[in-house]
């Protein structure tokens, strides 16, 4: 098995993507991401993995968080994640992202109560590309996001 690295370009649903419709992950997605941006002892422990469930590390949270400071990349190793921390740190988005995941959960929660026409179309597309692959909702939601510790369209 090859150590996890990031897709060419961030998913067409990634919450770290400008151009992805606010509101289409559920809200304990998006927080996940603001603490990404602390200092380094206050980050989370695990790797943000791609929603995809591909066993990909997160294309956005690469490129906007992926650093020599990031604590999850420098803990990968010793809590067992099989993560290519050099690919990782050397990636940089082809798409515009947003600088943070404050801003990028920001962004996800606005219509989070009342999404609009293109993030209801791109729910019912995952809904249905998971359904493909055999995913129920409940295996569907232990998949996204984290991974280490715990836990292209």
């Known amino acids: 098995m090859s150590d996890a690295k990031p897709r060419p370009k961030p998913c067409a649903s990634c919450p770290y993507r400008c151009d ?29 993995m791609c929603h995809q469930a591909d066993g990909t590390v997160c294309a956005g949270w690469a490129s906007v968080h ?16 099989r993560i290519d921390r050099d ?6 988005s082809p798409v515009p992202l947003f600088s943070s995941g404050t801003e990028a959960a920001a962004h996800g929660l606005a219509d989070l109560e009342e999404p609009g026409i293109e993030a209801r179309l791109l729910v019912e597309k995952l809904t249905a590309m998971q359904r493909r692959k055999g995913m129920t909702d ?6 996204p996001g984290t991974t280490g510790a715990g836990p292209d369209q």
């Open 20 to 48: 992805v419709p606010s509101g289409i992950w559920d809200e304990s997605e998006y927080i996940k991401l603001p603490a990404y941006d602390e200092p380094t002892h206050m980050q989370p422990m695990q790797v943000f």
């Open 66 to 81: 992926g650093n020599r400071d990031n604590l999850a990349l420098r803990l990968a190793a010793s809590l067992g994640a």
């Open 87 to 92: 690919a990782v740190i050397a990636y940089q």
């Open 138 to 143: 409940d295996s569907a939601a232990d998949e």
